[in-house]
């Protein structure tokens, strides 16, 4: 280890596993068949690098891991509609760690209908769950180029 991580009183690995027992996790074949139902709204938390470069699951929203507290609090001028909608949100990232992280934040923030889709993107892809390429307009992103984003 080194002098940093000597000084962390939680590890990354630790939040992780602390989030993952408090928020509802759902598998990914679960996650399909709710999103083939309607009502499910897939909010996928990756980098921009990683989903132009893996691709997208089509319909879903992205929402940069950075970015979620903001568009989710309607008090805020970046504030998304989307996240007002009575929907079940389901969080993906790669690899599930940090969607739960971002559902445990989104319901510290008084949001119960999200949930964590366990093994995230990877997972997805293993089940044979459609992939988009970024940029085909088979998801939405919410990014809005002319925000400042100067009130971070």
């Not at 089509?58 to 996240?83: I, M, N, Q, T």
């Not at 929907?87 to 993906?92: G, Y």
């Amino acid at each position: 280890m080194n002098e940093m991580s000597d000084k962390l009183q939680q590890s990354y690995d630790d939040l992780v596993r602390q989030a993952t027992k408090q928020v509802e996790n759902i598998p990914p074949v679960v996650a399909l068949e709710m999103m083939e139902k309607g009502g499910a709204v897939i909010i996928d938390v990756r980098d921009i690098r990683e989903l132009q470069r893996d691709g997208c699951i089509p319909g879903s929203y992205h929402v940069p891991r950075g970015l979620v507290e903001s568009w989710v609090d309607p008090a805020s001028e970046y504030f998304k509609p989307v996240f007002g909608e009575n929907h079940k949100f389901l969080i993906c990232c790669a690899s599930g760690r940090r969607s739960a992280l971002t559902v445990l934040t989104l319901q510290n923030m008084g949001i119960k209908n999200a949930c964590n889709m366990v093994g995230g993107f990877a997972a997805w892809k293993l089940l044979d769950g459609d992939v988009s390429g970024f940029g085909d307009g088979r998801h939405i992103d919410l990014f809005d180029p002319e925000d400042q984003l100067v009130n971070l």
